[in-house]
Structure formats: structure tokens, C-alpha cells
């Protein structure tokens, strides 16, 4: 029997319909794909308080270009797209990828701390995201006429808000239109600097990576400031590996190298060509690519782009969320699947408001894009940072590649991503504080959730009884045994559930049928029908179960157990009774947490949403039984 973690018996590569390619456009690029709208205007405003030079825009121009292809098309699509977690990508499922292949526990906590880093910046970058998205597309209105600007603020707010009211209703339906409305944006962008090029061939030059190689060699440590805006123009990148999942490779490569690629450095080329021959376009370089009369349309287009690029982005916090949540990264969150069909579609109302708040706080507080770029980036890199060395683990010791060729291969893109990491390093006080602080205070959430769960479950174990030793010692107990089914929920699936023993302790009684059901979450997306359960019977009438999810799956225990009448064990839905045990968390004789970090354990489990909702088991049905627990 094949592996299954080998390379070869990975998900089978898609074909590259137009459905596909559309549905690419639509959620993968939308992000990268409204990066025109700032990035150029960002990159050159750091350089003009004396005008810009020709190197300069030459220089700027050969710098985004090369990053779009070493970044983009070299790193992530010839190289982490290969990466896949049983089709699925993303940080986190690089994180459980580079776990499964590593020996050393030391190792495999190193990539679960960058794993989480990861998740934590992502999040960071999700509320600048459509912050700046929408922003950067209404701010077109003053280009259209000046009357305009002060209604820019007030109409951004007024597009997210209504974007964030209508993630409940999920995007299924909206998402049909999509694709097709990013292929429109890619044509027209690139028109209109393919329009701008014809005028100027000259500036066709940039393509040279001389340019690029003069411009940081003239500037020197002050090029660092250039980097951290040219990297706006690889924002998005990290999308292309996260949606892996939901389209495959192919879709996605073709999708960049023959549509959005060309669409993108036609537009910045566009956009080069008019600042060398019409400097006073830096006000707006993108808006200016456009007549007069096209612009109010090109401004509705855009935020609708910008709508969809923010989509993108909100919909991968959801997925990341909850891969988090069952991966043990954060506290259980209530999860509500919007499709009947698709697993994927999923809305956490949660992070939604917290999403909401934060963008709309950007909004308010920067006002302009050109202010909000300061604080885009950090999270950015960071991400890229994190991803280059889980690969490089992963290729070391998935694919079996030789360290001779790991480190030079890898060692050059982690070159280029603390080079972009640093650059915005010094963008910390202009605004780069955002997504470091948003960052920061999820990585404290995370560890301290999982410092909290480890010496809990180690609290269990040590103050439990083995369940074998209870299962031995029945015979001689002489308990009564009362009609019905009782199912005790434990995550330790070798000692007794409190629950039971609390049971057992106050009402004198053991139910007919017993089973414990443990859930399991996998380090894979997705687990097949057949490996879902494991069930053991322990003694008559008493079984133990097993559950395994992947982590981008909900539980659903109820429909499970009542799989099991296919292995004669008798579940009725009615007849059954769910014990759970409500943990309060108390502080020991010698604590093993700081106070502020078991003060905020206990915060996250108290806010908890209740195993009930979460593991969809009718409340109606359910019997809770309290216990305090010193960690």
C-alpha cells in the first residue's frame, strides 16, 4: 500500500476549465489584483519631494517586476504549490505537512511556534486588507472631481459595512459573479497601461534587472524604504497557496502566467511610463492611466475588485479560524455552514465583528490609503517569512531533497523575505504597529491556549482513573444498570471521564449501553468515510469510540454515533443522554502559569462556545456536570 504523505499519492491535479480559471480570478487574485491601485504611488512617493528622476521610476518599476517573479511566480507557484497537505494548502496546513515529516519533538514544536506566527500575521493582515482595498478604490471619486473627498471616508465605511453585514448569508451566490468581474478588472487594467506603453515604448527598459541592482546600490540603506513599499505589490501572494485546496495547481499557474501576470506588469508599466512623462500623475498614477471619461466608471469597478479582493480575505480568516480552533490554537468558536453542499463555506460570527471593528477602525483613524500603506506589509512578509522555512522543511524531509539543495534554493528566498521584512521593520511607527500589535496579542492567545490545554490534560491524567482499571474492577461493583444510552464526551480516551465519576458518585447508576467518544483532529484537511471511527468494545453494553477529523472539517457528533446501528450497537436518539464535564479553572498551590496568562485561560474558557453547539449535540439531550480543576 502506497503512503499516503508521499508525493505521488497526493490529490490529483485538476484540469484548467474556464470554470476553474474564472473561479481563480475570482478568489485567489482579487487580492494581488488591486495591489496597482497604491503600490506604484507608494513605492515613488518616498522619492519625489525633489521631483523623480528617470533611474529612479526605472529602478522602482525593475524592482516590483523581478519581485512579482521571484516572489510570486518562482517561489510560490513553482515551488510551495507543490507543498500540498493532501491537496489542501495554507500555513497552517504547511504547519501539520512539516510536523508529519520531522523526528525531533524539538523540531516539531519549532514549526508549530512558526505555524502560529504565521496564523497570528495573517490575521493582522486581515483587517488592513480591506481597509485599504476599499479605501484606495473610492479615493479614485477625487480624482473625478475634488468635490468628492470628503465623502470618501463616509462611502468606504458604508461599502464595508454593508461587505461585513452580508458574510452571514454566506458566498455562494455572490461568488458566481465573481470570477467574471476580475476578468473584466485584469482586461481593463492592463489596457490602459497597455495604451500608456504603446505611447512610451522606452520604458520597456525596466524589464533589465540592472535597473533594479542601480536603484539599491545608489540609495543603499535608504532603499530599505523603497522595499517595504514595493512589497505591496506582492501582497495577496500567500492566497495562492491557501486557495490551493478549493481549485488545484494547474487553474492557478495558468491563471497567473497567462492572464494576471501580464495584466499586472502591463498596468505597472502603464503607470511608469505616465510618471516619467507626466510627473503630476503621482497624485494618483492608476486613476490617471484613464481618461477623463472612463474614470467614474473605472472607480466603480474598482471597489467592486476591491469588494471581492476583501471577500478573499475575510473568507481564508474564517478558514484559518477554525483550522485553528481544531488544531488547539484557539478556544472552541462557533462555526455556522452556509452551504448545504460545500464544507468550506463557513461564517464565525465572532471574527466577523472582530474583522468588522478593526477595519473600520483603520478607516477611521488613517483616513487616506496612502497613510494606511505605512501599516501594510509587516504581517505581510512576516507571512512570507514563516512560509519559505516551514517549505524548506517540508522539501527536506517530505520530498527527500538534499540539504546541498535546500539551503541555497530556500536560502535565496529567505534572503529576498527578511530583506521585505525589514524594509517594513521601519514602518513600525508610521503604522506598522497595527498588524504587529493585532499579531502579537493572537500569538499570546494561542500559546497561552495551548499551555492552558497541555497542563489540563495533564491534570487530568494524573488525577484520573485508567479506564481499564474501571472496566476490570465493573464485575465486582455491583452497580445498577439503568435502561438507556449514555454518551461521555473525553479527550483523554484512556482514563475515565469526571463526568462519569461524578455520575456514578451522586446518582448510583450506569446506563445500559455507555459509550466514550473521543474526538480526534488530524494533521490532514480532510478524513475519509471508512477512517472516520474506531470503536472498541471494553465490556458488555460498553464501548469506546474514536473520532477523527481533519483540521478543516466540523464534528458532528450525533450523526456519527448514529452511524454505529451498521455495527449492532443499538443508538436512539431519544433514549440517549450526552454527560459533559464543565471545567472551572482554579489556580493550584504552585502555579505552572503566570497569573496574567491564567487569567486570560480562564477568560478564553469561559467564552468558550459550549461543546454543545460545537459538537452539534441537542442541548435538550445534554446532562453537565461541574468539576474545579488546579492548573
Known sequence: M????????????????????????????????????????????????????????????????????????????????????????????LTALAQRGL??????????????????L????????????????????????????????????????????????????????????????????????????????????????????????????????????VVLAVTGAEALYADMGHFGRKPMRYAWLFFVLPALCLNYFGQGALLL???????????????????????????????????AMISGAFSIARQCVQMGFLPRLEVRHTSATEEGQIYL?????????????????????????????????????????LAAAVYRAQFRWPVALVIPVFGAFLVLDVVFFASNVLKIPDGGYVPLIVGTGIFLLMTTWQRGRDLLFARFRQDGLPLRSFIARLPQSRTLRVPGIAVFMTSQADYLPGALLHNLKHNKVLHENVLFVTVTNESIPHVAADRRREVEELAPGIHRISLHYGFQESPNIPRELESLRE??????????????????????????????????????????????????????????????VAI
Open 2 to 93: 502506497a503512503d499516503p504523505l508521499k508525493p505521488e499519492s497526493r490529490t490529483p491535479e485538476r484540469a484548467a476549465s474556464g470554470a476553474a480559471l474564472l473561479g481563480v480570478l475570482g478568489v485567489v487574485y482579487g487580492d494581488i489584483g488591486t495591489s496597482p491601485l497604491y503600490a506604484m504611488r507608494a513605492a515613488a512617493h518616498h522619492f519625489s519631494h525633489d521631483g523623480l528622476e528617470r533611474w529612479e521610476i526605472l529602478g522602482l518599476l525593475s524592482l516590483i517586476f523581478w519581485s512579482l517573479n521571484i516572489v510570486v511566480t518562482l517561489k510560490y507557484v513553482a515551488f510551495v504549490l507543490r507543498a500540498d497537505n493532501r491537496g489542501e494548502g495554507g500555513i497552517l496546513a
Open 103 to 120: 523526528t525531533s519533538p524539538r523540531a516539531k514544536a519549532v514549526a508549530i511556534v512558526i505555524g502560529m506566527v504565521g496564523a497570528s
Open 122 to 229: 495573517f490575521f493582522g493582515d486581515g483587517i488592513i486588507t480591506p481597509a485599504i482595498s476599499v479605501l484606495s478604490a473610492v479615493e479614485g471619486l477625487k480624482v473625478v472631481s475634488p468635490a468628492f473627498e470628503e465623502a470618501v471616508v463616509p462611502l468606504a465605511v458604508v461599502v464595508l459595512l454593508l461587505l461585513f453585514l452580508v458574510q452571514s448569508r454566506g458566498t455562494g451566490a455572490v461568488g458566481m459573479v465573481f470570477g467574471p468581474i476580475c476578468a473584466v478588472w485584469f482586461l481593463v487594467i492592463g489596457a490602459l497601461g497597455l495604451v500608456e506603453i504603446i505611447r512610451h515604448p522606452s520604458i520597456l527598459v525596466a524589464l533589465s534587472p540592472h535597473y533594479a541592482i542601480q536603484f539599491t546600490m545608489a540609495y543603499g540603506v535608504i532603499a530599505f524604504i523603497a522595499f517595504g513599499s
Open 277 to 311: 512623462f507626466e510627473p503630476e500623475a503621482l497624485v494618483n498614477p492608476f486613476y490617471m492611466l484613464a481618461p477623463e471619461w472612463f474614470r467614474l466608471p473605472l472607480v466603480v469597478l474598482a471597489t467592486m475588485a476591491t469588494i471581492i479582493a476583501s471577500q
Open 349 to 389: 460570527p465572532q471574527v466577523n465583528f472582530l474583522l468588522l471593528v478593526g477595519v473600520l477602525t483603520l478607516v477611521i483613524i488613517f483616513g487616506e490609503s496612502e497613510r494606511l500603506a505605512a501599516a501594510y506589509g509587516f504581517a505581510v512578509t512576516g507571512t512570507f517569512v514563516c512560509t519559505t522555512l
Open 567 to 628: 455495527l449492532g450497537i443499538p443508538f436512539e436518539h431519544m433514549q440517549t443522554s450526552y454527560f459533559l464535564g464543565r471545567e472551572t479553572i482554579v489556580a493550584a498551590a504552585v502555579p505552572r502559569m503566570s497569573r496574567w496568562r491564567q487569567w486570560l485561560f480562564t477568560l478564553m474558557s469561559r467564552n468558550a462556545v459550549p461543546a454543545t453547539e460545537f459538537f452539534r449535540i441537542p442541548s435538550d439531550r445534554v446532562v453537565e456536570l461541574g468539576v474545579r
